[in-house]
């Protein structure tokens, strides 16, 4: 088995340090939000996992269209990795949603456009590896793959929008007013400090997982041929 | 499990045609291709035969259409007892039960429709005729929605009639006919993914609901305002929003189907 590179191994590092470094900024540094308290300091992991699990899923969506231009099946393999981080990452959100939205709401959950978007694209990606796992072709399934995340891609925006004919009471945190929104707040500068640090932590950790990821799928792939080689 | 569908990489339709093909005589069916993908004529006589196909094969068997039929029946049925479907909750739920309705009795025929190509090995003869791919998927489409406007058809008078409410608005079968237009062409995509797996069976609504949620919200929001009498500017936004989803996606169904069914 070839060696970690080093490059990945300081990634690993540098991962688990941002973690640390943001959790410490969001429980200590932070000052406590004055209506919500506590339970405000959710916001800051859950920003940085929506927006690194958001654009994993676009990013996934691009590479399915590289995919099915060129055929490659290392783009598959790239494809798949941004999926499978990105969709832990989207229940991570969800999850740090309902805890705070149980206070601050006094739901768990309500059929809010957000919500309900969130709730469909993790189904969708779900369905996704549904879907792969009953193709044993290589090349069929990264085909059917790439079709399914590009048409999940292209409905979770309609969807968003389709929910707007609904009301919504999420609130729009960053540069947004909805007079209905309830438990918004605006943020103070060392807030502000803390929300980026999670943004950027968050991005490092999606990076060295999506990274190992891939090398787990080279490796998976070795394993096979290795298995191939043996039993002919 | 009828057949297993799964083939070894590198193993091609063709091949478990029983009728191994030469080399020259697929060149010629691809330069056949080409031909007649020149001429728009013969690709909507191509898309016309395979919708022919499918209706004279519905019309011989009706297998399809009475089990959506009946299927449908059963599930309003189902609501009736759900919801207990009274005057006041009638008016506020009606667009929803249709649609849930339509939804689930399509699943059924793309399914069915689908399946028995592969069952058979339609599918593979289809491939095989020296037409563009993608007049077999307007086809299989045409003929989905066929089947599943013909089912609307029926359920929406034996609804008018069992819940004494007239659905028989014009503004209403418009919404019914796009929504229909968009669920039946990402379906007929996803159902041609589902029947290529092992859990075929199951698969297809867990693929398609998913990604037909916005046309079945905003046809249930559309549906709902014009059976309240709304103004048409409430509900300009939901059919904007029908138009728009059956552009895209009969456009990126259009496109990637090729890739759907190429062995």
Redesign the interface.
């Known amino acids: 088995m070839p060696a970690r590179p080093t490059l990945l191994k300081i990634l690993d590092g540098l991962a688990i340090l941002m973690l640390a470094v943001a959790t410490y900024f969001a429980l200590v540094k932070a000052p406590t939000e004055l209506v919500m308290g506590q339970v405000q300091r959710v916001f800051y992991f859950h920003i940085g996992t929506a927006w690194t699990a958001l654009l994993g899923f676009l990013f996934a969506s691009v590479l399915s269209v590289i995919y ?1 231009i060129t055929k490659n099946l290392k783009w598959d393999l790239y494809q798949v990795a941004a999926i499978e981080v990105s969709l832990v990452f989207f229940l991570i959100t969800i999850m740090l949603g309902s805890i705070w939205a149980y206070p601050a709401w006094n739901t768990w959950w309500t059929w809010d456009p957000r919500l309900t978007t969130a709730a ?1 694209t993790e ?2 990606y779900i ?1 996704y590896f ?2 792969r796992q ?7 399934r990264a ?2 793959g ?3 995340a ?3 891609g ?2 979770a925006p ?2 968003f ?3 707007r ?1 609904y009301r919504t009471i999420h609130p729009v945190v960053i540069a947004g007013t909805n007079p209905k929104a309830e438990g918004g707040f605006s943020m103070t500068p060392s807030m502000l400090t803390a929300m980026f640090v999670a943004l950027i932590a968050f991005t490092v950790i999606f990076i060295d997982l999506y990274w190992n990821r891939i090398r787990l799928g080279n490796l998976q792939d070795k394993v096979e041929q290795l298995k191939l080689k043996v039993m002919v | 499990m009828a057949k297993d569908v ?4 590198g193993e091609s339709m063709v091949a478990d045609h029983a009728n191994p093909v030469s080399p020259r005589e697929t060149a010629e069916r691809s330069a056949g291709r080409a031909r007649v993908r020149a001429s728009s004529g013969n690709f909507l006589k191509a898309v016309s035969a395979v919708l022919w196909k499918d209706v004279q094969a519905e019309v011989r068997s009706r297998e399809l259409f009475s089990a959506m039929l009946v299927f449908s029946l059963l599930i309003i049925l189902i609501f009736n007892f759900a919801l207990e479907l009274d005057i006041k909750t009638r008016q506020s739920v009606t667009s929803g039960v249709l649609w849930a309705t339509f939804a689930f009795a399509g699943t059924l025929g793309l399914n069915r429709s689908m399946a028995i190509e592969k069952d058979r090995g339609c599918i593979d003869g289809l491939l095989l005729a020296p037409v563009d791919r993608s007049a077999i998927f307007f086809g299989k489409v045409l003929s989905n929605l066929v089947f599943m406007l013909i089912v609307e058809a029926v359920v929406l008078p034996v609804y008018s009639v069992l819940y004494n409410i007239n659905l028989f608005q014009p503004g209403l079968l418009m919404v019914i006919l796009l929504g229909s237009i968009g669920y039946v062409a ?1 379906g007929t ?2 159902a041609a ?2 029947v ?5 069976d199951i ?1 297809l609504p ?2 398609l ?6 046309v079945l ?2 046809a249930v ?1 559309a549906s709902s305002g014009i059976l309240a009498g709304v103004p048409y500017e409430e509900i300009q ?2 059919i904007n ?1 029908l138009i ?2 059956d552009l ?2 009969v456009a ?1 169904a259009f496109m ?1 189907f090729e ?2 069914v ?1 062995e």
């Open positions: 099915l469909i189904l969708v369905a549904m879907l009953g193709i044993d072709d290589p090349d069929r085909r059917f790439a079709v399914y590009l048409l999940g292209i409905s309609i969807t929008f389709a929910i004919l | 799964t083939k070894a990489p990402v995509l996803l993914m589902a290529q797996t092992r859990m075929r698969l867990i693929l609901f998913p990604v037909a949620i916005p919200l905003a929001k936004f939901p929003l728009a989803y895209i996606f990126v990637t890739n759907i190429e």
